[in-house]
């Protein structure tokens, strides 16, 4: 018996990216590219259902078995540690998780470092590998600002170009960790749709080793 | 009844008619059980109370170690199931949560017939709710040959046992390549993750790898036993199995049914953690999550009662109770009230007339 594959996309730029390498791995949806308000979308022929959801909530969906796969960062799948098989790295969304400080910023070991960040979870296993005693700051965005006003002394957060921090008299101290776009899928899922989830895997897995060459 | 009481009863059953002893424990336990093993428990949160003797106790997370360590060393095979309730956090719940779970355990000289036997027990416990279902085998020495061959120390070989479980290929070459391990044994560990299917198309592979000979004899041994049974269609090897190998070892599995997002069994040979716990005795076992079946039913009730009976404030017990009976006799449900209970749901609703019920309403 065959059933709906149930896809769940994250909004915006790297969305449209992502959904437009699924049409060219043959799992298209043409009435996702309408100018509309919708959130799901069907191609019934081949049983395929998209939704479109906030980057940060594609794991949430798929790790929960309302989607079947999905695309999500790979910051969002250190940061909250989803239990889905990561199946492909799709080379898109290139960024990179990175130790950002004020020009003017020395960082005394001896002293307790203050870390703004969106991505706790992350700052605070990257420290404790290194042993080092931090103090976190929880922050939802806007956190460029907090060495600026003197809250963090470093920023742990996504740089892409670097402009927003080069504005803010910020720079890159460290790198913590490459990111980009991850095929994910639900481990139950995967178990009854093996071979169609399979199949889009490795037609992106081309797809991702072209864009890359 | 519930469909998750239902299970309940079937599983019992199931577990009985093989010669499994009813195992029926406290509520709670010493705390010290659980610190000592915590990575062996799903969630190290534990809720703790002092007792009036000032021991620490708590409300017992887990089944097994409970068992472990009631359990005497020699006198053949201890067999036993349970279904108890356990108190966790759950991420969903964001908070500690009663979860009901069953479960089989098979403790002292145990062989390849009990690891058998277990195999065949989880997989019927499967087929028991959903005809769709699958078990996924894994075998922890044939990864565990293949990741000592990188020679990782032990925060890489957690990373790599990480991505062995989320069938993460990339992050697998990643940790190979800025380690420089050896490219060949790397490759070997790819072949095996991404080796999944029925045991006819996975064995060959793990053949040509050459690897851990014993335990892929083992796993082609159970699963053709479990073919012969008729339960081939049911199973698959799949690496992406991977407990905690200072507990696990060998065999261990963990089953899925179509509808259910998450995994409804796990289980495994844990005589790692029977050593931990000095026993000297070998264990295999498994647990159903009957939590996570609350909503694959997709049973829900039409109506709360089938019928509401009014009464009058002056009508005679003895004829209310009469009519309330003889409503109920063929095994619906009454409700005797002065007014219809708001937001209540029902079918009939009739009213008592001196001895005399008048129906009201009829939706049937």
């Known amino acids: 018996m065959k059933t709906w594959l149930n896809i769940a996309l994250p909004k915006g730029r790297l969305g449209d990216k992502v959904y437009d390498m699924f049409a060219r791995a043959g799992f298209e949806c043409p009435d996702i590219l309408e100018e509309n308000r919708k959130l799901v979308f069907e191609n019934a022929a081949l049983m395929l259902r998209y939704f479109w959801v906030k ?85 939802n965005g806007s956190v460029e600002i907090a060495p600026i006003l003197g809250l963090s002394d470093v920023i742990v957060d996504i740089v892409e170009t670097g402009r927003t921090l080069k504005e803010n008299h910020l720079e890159v101290r460290e790198t913590v960790v490459p990111i980009s776009a991850r095929l994910i899928a639900n481990k139950a899922s995967y178990e009854f749709k093996r071979e169609i989830i399979d199949r889009l895997r490795e037609g992106l897995a081309l797809l991702a080793e072209e864009a890359e060459a | 009844m519930k469909y998750e009481e239902r299970i309940v009863f079937a599983l019992r059953e199931l577990y009985r008619r093989f010669g499994y002893l009813q195992y029926k424990m406290r509520k709670f336990e010493e705390y010290d059980l659980y610190a000592g093993n915590k990575d062996f428990l799903i969630s190290d949160n534990i809720i703790t109370f002092t007792d009036v003797n000032g021991r620490l106790m708590a409300l017992k997370p887990d089944v097994t170690l409970s068992i472990v360590r009631s359990g005497k060393d020699g006198g053949g095979i201890q067999k036993v199931y349970y279904n108890e309730n ?40 499967l ?52 380690s420089g391990a050896d490219p060949d044994a790397a490759a070997r560990l790819k072949t095996l993750v991404q080796t999944s299917g029925a045991p006819a198309q996975v064995l060959p592979v793990l053949r040509s790898l050459g690897c851990a000979p014993a335990a892929v004899a083992q796993l082609a ?109 063929d095994g619906r449900s009454v409700t005797a009230q002065h007014t219809v209970p708001e937001k209540l749901r029902y079918r009939r609703l009739a009213r008592l007339d001196g001895d005399e019920v008048k129906i009201l309403e009829d939706m049937a």
């Open chain 1, 55 to 139: 980057p940060s909530d594609v794991a949430v969906y798929v790790e929960r078995g309302a989607a079947d796969i999905g695309v999500a960062g790979k910051d969002i799948l250190l940061e909250y540690a989803p239990d889905v098989y990561e199946m492909l790295d799709l080379k898109v969304g290139k960024c990179r998780m990175a130790v950002a400080a004020r020009h003017d910023f020395y960082d005394d070991q001896r002293r307790t470092l203050r870390v703004a960040t969106k991505f706790t979870n992350i700052a605070a296993g990257y420290y404790s590998a290194q042993g080092r005693d931090i103090d976190i700051i929880h922050l």
């Open chain 2, 86 to 125: 356990v108190y966790r956090v759950s991420a969903a719940a964001q908070g500690f949560r009663e979860i009901m779970q069953s479960g089989i355990e098979c403790i002292g000289e145990v062989d390849d017939c009990c690891v058998a036997e277990t195999l065949m027990l989880a997989v019927e416990s």
């Open chain 2, 127 to 178: 087929r028991t709710i959903s005809q769709e279902c699958i078990l996924d085998i894994s075998q922890l020495d044939i990864v565990s040959e293949l990741v000592d061959a990188l020679g990782a120390e032990a925060a890489m070989r957690r990373e790599i046992l990480k991505c062995v479980g989320e069938k993460n290929l990339h992050g697998l070459d990643d940790i190979c390549r800025a």
């Open chain 2, 221 to 329: 041994s159970l699963t053709d036993c479990l073919d012969a049974l008729g339960l081939g269609a049911y199973l698959r090897i799949d690496f992406s199995v991977v407990g905690d190998m200072r507990y696990y070892n060998g065999i261990v599995f963990k089953g899925f049914v179509s509808g259910v997002p998450t995994g409804v069994l796990s289980g495994g040979q844990y005589d790692r953690l029977m050593e931990k716990m000095r026993r000297r005795a070998r264990a295999v076992g498994f647990a159903v999550y009957l939590d996570q079946l609350e909503r694959f039913s997709g049973e829900t009730e039409a109506v709360d009662v089938d019928t509401v009976l009014l009464y009058s404030p002056d009508a005679a017990p003895a004829a209310l109770l009469r009519a309330a009976d003889a409503l109920s006799a």
